[in-house]
Nanobody, 120 residues
Framework: QVQLAESGGGLVQAGGSLRLACETS????????IGWHRQTPGKERELVAA????????YYADSVKGRFTISRDNAKNTVFLQMNDLKPEDSAVYYC?????????????WGQGTQVTVSS
């Protein structure tokens, strides 16, 4: 069973930084692509960044390129999302998710989400 646990959300002022963490099992970490998504009320869930398990292929949405960085810590079975220069429009519930194919394929397994709020 694939389980994902997010942490690191919170309240930050515009221009500030947060680092989100997605912890999972060693099996999931080594065999699945992990993607960070975000969702605000009334909007569809958006894939913002993702990283593959093998070749370390990455994906970033245009809205976060140059500000967000996704990375993997093999020792901790954890995927991080470093978010810099945060903007109020980055406010959302952030979810990590996993799929066994690749960064741009549908995600099958989801965490519970962590709230990020950016004040202006």
């Amino acid at each position: 069973q694939v389980q994902l646990a997010e942490s690191g959300g919170g309240l930050v002022q515009a221009g500030g930084s947060l680092r989100l963490a997605c912890e999972t099992s060693k099996h999931t970490f080594s065999m699945y692509a992990i993607g960070w998504h975000r969702q605000t009320p009334g909007k569809e869930r958006e894939l913002v960044a993702a990283i593959s398990w093998g070749r370390l292929e990455t994906y970033y949405a245009d809205s976060v390129k140059g500000r967000f960085t996704i990375s993997r810590d093999n020792a901790k079975n954890t995927v991080f999302l470093q978010m810099n220069d945060l903007k109020p429009e980055d406010s959302a519930v952030y979810y990590c998710a996993a799929n066994p194919i690749g960064v741009r394929y549908p995600y099958d397994y989801w965490g519970q989400g962590t709230q990020v709020t950016v004040s202006s």
